[in-house]
């Protein structure tokens, strides 16, 4: 196989044999180095346009804008497909899945053999952080497929500007993806953590085939960070204006459905229209430690790939003037005259076609309950101006959410840096279809990173605490939910763009100034201080938000005792000690 010489826009020739080496066992028909212009993006679109892969929306209303529909098989990440391969198995931990080094490389080669035949093998090089930051990586996706060409060019810095950062340098993360013939049984979605390598097989859904997200920023990175001393997160960043000008960023690890996304871009109504928050991160957080002690944190990514449903005016209206241009729609449903639709929009008054291109007659979901959109984040309206920073922001405070009927008051303060990191490991939410499963169980997900860490956990959680007692200036931790309800199965909080009076205590904690009463989990919000100035909500409520039910926090540490003790003797004793010395205060 011979590749034209003006396609190699790069003479690094560990790169190059690498490319070489794939290319010769998938046998793709064109090898294609992407260059991340604007005119290969046109040209790109225009031939999936052209392939049916993806459907022209109306141009008038939406410019720029397109549909994809997923194979129906291939509508969620695949859990139970993805593997931590290692040498040891005890460093993919208990709550991974793990596979032989070996043993994967013969299942995923045996698959991978001729499988871009009659297809373009896609070089893409992207650089994960800001292109001048010392906290960014460099990693090169090779893949058949054009619609995840077209999402990383959305989602990261991709093309030339990669290969030049990159140089001479053998130092890259080796992403491989193959939608072969989109067998869910023979689907795997691997990580070689040891060789910073990723093999993605028989999915072209983005979370198990854009490799530049969770599988190289978190599941890789993860591993990078615990040998370098950093912290590769699951977590939003936010920077908050209050109206003296002093901003404050603060990060959050929720799991999905949790409200992640619209905390991120939270709009402020109201009695909060002199407060500014900008969006630095939906999603994923590098966080490092700077000169002064400090906990800073930049983005890796560029772009948003987030739920459509239920994002609408009320729950995200950045989100929704963001996504009227240039943005990639996929599983949505469509109306007969080109517009995008989901459950949570207002109901037209046209046909709709579902997210399998059927009629929808009502019976069902019209868009697919995980449907996404990926989007650039420089379209997005409130975008931190910090955004691009290289040494990134200093975190506040630190949040943990998920999504929990009761137990879990609206927010809880930590006694301290352990008893914070420990909030974090004891973290459970509601499953949601995010994630292939049943849906509506409560599941352990710690620092919302249960399905992205790239090795034990156990060796993580000791690793997250060691990096918080390094900072001389350490963050505020908090445990927040937005999803209490009452005996009549009803939400107690308005959330969204009401969450702004939680921050606004949180941030107020953070300044020394907001009053708290001890419980026996931590510190709550004392109700005659909590500033709910043009918020009506009963008093009853509010008692109930904020109610610590000693034998149902019984029951979560004992629940949560039998997850850590999965780890056995890995398992910190720091955190063991905080855990019965918190469990005693409720006996």
Same mark, same amino acid.
């Given at each position: 196989?011979?590749?034209?010489?003006?396609?190699?826009?790069?003479?690094?020739?560990?790169?190059? $044999?690498?490319?070489?080496?794939?290319?010769?066992?998938?046998?793709?028909?064109?090898?294609?180095?992407?260059?991340?212009?604007?005119?290969?993006?046109?040209?790109?679109?225009?031939?999936?346009?052209?392939?049916?892969?993806?459907?022209?929306?109306?141009?008038?209303?939406?410019?720029?804008?397109?549909?994809?529909?997923?194979?129906?098989?291939?509508?969620?990440?695949?859990?139970?497909?993805?593997?931590?391969?290692?040498?040891?198995?005890?460093?993919?931990?208990?709550?991974?899945?793990?596979?032989?080094?070996?043993?994967?490389?013969?299942?995923?080669?045996?698959?991978?053999?001729?499988?871009?035949?009659?297809?373009?093998?896609?070089?893409?090089?992207?650089?994960?952080?800001?292109?001048?930051?010392?906290?960014?990586?460099?990693?090169?996706?090779?893949?058949?497929?054009?619609?995840?060409?077209?999402?990383?060019?959305?989602?990261?810095?991709?093309?030339?500007?990669?290969?030049?950062?990159? #140089?001479?340098?053998?130092?890259?993360? !080796?992403?491989?993806?193959?939608?072969?013939?989109?067998?869910?049984?023979?689907?795997?979605?691997?990580?070689?953590?040891?060789?910073?390598?990723?093999?993605?097989?028989?999915?072209?859904?983005?979370?198990?085939?854009?490799?530049?997200?969770?599988?190289?920023?978190?599941?890789?990175?993860?591993?990078?960070?615990?040998?370098?001393?950093?912290?590769? $997160?699951?977590?939003?960043?936010?920077?908050?204006?209050?109206?003296?000008?002093?901003?404050?960023?603060?990060?959050?690890?929720?799991?999905?459905?949790? @409200?992640?996304?619209?905390?991120?871009?939270?709009?402020?109504?109201?009695?909060?229209?002199?407060?500014?928050?900008?969006?630095?991160?939906?999603?994923?957080?590098?966080?490092?430690?700077? !000169?002064? @002690?400090?906990?800073?944190?930049?983005?890796?990514?560029?772009?948003?790939?987030?739920?459509?449903? #239920?994002?609408?005016?009320?729950?995200?209206?950045?989100?929704?003037?963001?996504?009227? !241009?240039?943005?990639?729609?996929?599983?949505?449903?469509?109306?007969?005259?080109?517009?995008?639709?989901?459950?949570?929009?207002?109901?037209?008054?046209?046909?709709?076609?579902?997210?399998?291109?059927?009629?929808?007659?009502?019976?069902?979901?019209?868009?697919?309950?995980?449907?996404?959109?990926?989007?650039?984040?420089?379209?997005?309206?409130?975008?931190?101006?910090?955004?691009?920073?290289?040494?990134?922001?200093?975190?506040?405070?630190?949040?943990?959410?998920?999504?929990?009927?009761?137990?879990?008051?609206?927010?809880? $303060?930590?006694?301290?840096?352990?008893?914070?990191?420990?909030?974090?490991?004891?973290?459970?939410?509601?499953?949601?279809?995010?994630?292939?499963?049943?849906?509506?169980?409560?599941?352990?997900?710690?620092?919302?990173?249960?399905?992205?860490? #790239?090795?034990?956990?156990?060796?993580?959680?000791?690793?997250?605490?060691?990096?918080?007692?390094?900072?001389?200036?350490?963050?505020?931790?908090?445990?927040?939910?937005?999803?209490?309800? @009452?005996?009549?199965?009803?939400?107690?909080?308005? #959330?969204?763009?009401?969450?702004?009076?939680?921050? !606004?205590?949180?941030?107020?904690?953070?300044? @020394?100034?907001?009053?708290?009463?001890?419980?026996?989990?931590?510190?709550?919000?004392?109700?005659?201080?909590?500033?709910?100035?043009?918020?009506?909500?009963?008093?009853?409520?509010?008692?109930?938000?904020?109610?610590?039910?000693?034998?149902?926090?019984?029951?979560?540490?004992?629940?949560?005792?039998?997850?850590?003790?999965?780890?056995?003797?890995?398992?910190?004793?720091?955190?063991?000690?905080?855990?019965?010395?918190?469990?005693?205060?409720?006996?």
């Amino acid at each position: 196989m011979t590749i034209p010489e003006e396609e190699v826009i790069s003479t690094n020739r560990y790169l190059f $044999e690498w490319v070489y080496s794939v290319a010769s066992l998938t046998r793709p028909n064109r090898i294609y180095w992407c260059d991340g212009s604007d005119e290969e993006y046109e040209s790109l679109i225009n031939e999936m346009v052209s392939n049916g892969i993806l459907i022209k929306l109306n141009q008038d209303k939406f410019p720029g804008c397109y549909l994809h529909r997923s194979n129906p098989n291939d509508v969620a990440r695949t859990e139970e497909a993805t593997f931590i391969c290692t040498r040891n198995k005890d460093d993919a931990g208990p709550t991974n899945n793990w596979m032989p080094v070996d043993k994967a490389k013969e299942i995923l080669n045996n698959i991978l053999k001729d499988s871009m035949r009659g297809r373009t093998m896609y070089v893409v090089p992207y650089v994960l952080g800001p292109l001048k930051s010392p906290y960014s990586r460099i990693g090169i996706q090779i893949t058949d497929s054009p619609y995840i060409v077209a999402n990383l060019r959305l989602l990261t810095r991709m093309g030339r500007k990669a290969l030049q950062k990159l #140089g001479n340098s053998r130092d890259f993360v !080796k992403g491989i993806h193959s939608m072969c013939n989109l067998d869910p049984r023979n689907r795997f979605i691997c990580h070689f953590p040891e060789e910073k390598l990723i093999i993605s097989v028989n999915s072209n859904y983005g979370g198990n085939a854009i490799l530049s997200k969770k599988c190289h920023a978190l599941r890789i990175a993860s591993y990078e960070a615990r040998n370098e001393g950093w912290l590769a $997160e699951h977590m939003l960043i936010v920077s908050i204006v209050d109206p003296e000008g002093r901003m404050y960023h603060i990060a959050g690890a929720f799991p999905s459905a949790s @409200g992640k996304t619209n905390l991120a871009m939270l709009k402020p109504r109201g009695y909060f229209e002199n407060w500014k928050v900008f969006t630095l991160s939906d999603d994923i957080a590098w966080l490092h430690t700077d !000169k002064e @002690g400090r906990l800073r944190a930049i983005n890796p990514e560029t772009g948003f790939f987030a739920v459509a449903v #239920g994002t609408n005016y009320n729950t995200n209206p950045n989100m929704m003037e963001t996504i009227k !241009k240039n943005t990639i729609f996929t599983n949505v449903a469509m109306t007969e005259d080109g517009e995008p639709w989901w459950e949570g929009l207002e109901e037209p008054k046209k046909l709709v076609y579902d997210w399998r291109g059927e009629v929808w007659n009502k019976k069902g979901p019209a868009a697919y309950p995980n449907s996404r959109f990926t989007v650039s984040a420089y379209q997005y309206p409130y975008l931190s101006p910090l955004f691009d920073d290289p040494e990134g922001v200093p975190i506040s405070a630190i949040l943990f959410g998920g999504r929990r009927r009761k137990t879990v008051p609206l927010v809880l $303060e930590a006694f301290d840096i352990v008893h914070g990191v420990l909030m974090g490991a004891m973290l459970r939410a509601e499953t949601t279809v995010a994630a292939s499963g049943k849906v509506g169980i409560l599941r352990n997900d710690p620092m919302a990173m249960l399905p992205f860490c #790239g090795y034990n956990m156990a060796d993580y959680f000791t690793h997250f605490l060691d990096v918080m007692k390094r900072l001389r200036y350490p963050p505020r931790f908090f445990l927040v939910n937005w999803f209490r309800t @009452g005996s009549d199965g009803s939400y107690l909080w308005p #959330g969204f763009k009401d969450n702004m009076y939680v921050l !606004k205590w949180i941030l107020e904690r953070v300044e @020394g100034k907001a009053r708290a009463i001890e419980t026996p989990v931590g510190y709550v919000p004392d109700l005659e201080s909590f500033d709910l100035t043009g918020l009506e909500i009963p008093r009853k409520n509010l008692e109930e938000l904020f109610r610590i039910d000693k034998q149902e926090w019984l029951q979560e540490f004992n629940e949560v005792e039998k997850f850590f003790e999965l780890f056995g003797n890995r398992f910190p004793s720091e955190l063991w000690e905080k855990f019965y010395e918190i469990k005693s205060r409720l006996a």
